[in-house]
């Protein structure tokens, strides 16, 4: 059975921002692991913190050397500028019930049988705003309310691409693909139209 780095949602209205990255992660110092740059194929840079659960797997478990597909949360203020939380790391040998000869696997088959590819992103939340000029659009992301994590408090994400006004205030899912510091909209979807006028 194949765990897939980014679950199926359990519920209709469920938000979420959550991607996969293949990439080497660097940290800024050996005193600092948890914080450094993920450096991908391209050699694109992306600031990035690894989060307390995947830190102490990193330390444990986990060569820098090597290109490693890492589970990551996308925080931005633009679209130039993509900071990313790792939140764990995909590797079908270590985490899951494989026979373990991963150099005989291509990993970026194992992806698209799960429909999933290298920077893709899942995004679900409220549209918010929508620049046609700039051809942005502006997701709020309002993390579970039963989270104990206080710090995860609603954020937004800026993304490139362009939606209708008239989805203002929707519920939207969107597949977005990561482009150097940029998020980017492939598809999308409305779960739900207006939702301030049925709160």
Not at 66 to 86: D, R
Request: aromatic residues 8%.
């Amino acid at each position: 059975m194949l765990k897939n780095p980014i679950p199926k949602v359990t519920n209709q209205l469920q938000h979420r921002a959550i991607g996969i990255i293949n990439g080497k992660f660097t940290p800024i110092s050996s005193q600092e692991l948890n914080r450094g740059f993920l450096i991908d194929n391209k050699d694109e840079k992306i600031e990035t913190v690894i989060l307390g659960k995947a830190l102490s797997l990193l330390k444990k478990h986990i060569d820098l050397k090597k290109s490693h597909y890492w589970i990551v949360y996308p925080k931005n203020k633009n679209t130039q500028n993509l900071h990313l939380q790792v939140a764990g790391i995909w590797d079908p040998y270590q985490l899951n019930d494989f026979p373990n000869n991963s150099s005989k696997t291509n990993f970026s088959k194992l992806l698209q049988d799960l429909n999933l590819k290298d920077n893709y992103f899942s995004v679900r939340g409220e549209l918010v705003f929508v620049n046609t000029q700039k051809k942005e659009i502006v997701i709020k992301i309002c993390p579970a309310i039963n989270s104990k994590n206080l710090k995860n408090k609603n954020f937004k994400l800026v993304i490139k691409g362009e939606l209708s006004l008239e989805l203002l205030h929707s519920f939207v899912s969107l597949d977005i693909n990561r482009e150097g510091n940029s998020l980017k909209l492939i598809n999308y979807e409305v779960v739900e139209k207006n939702l301030s006028k049925n709160n």
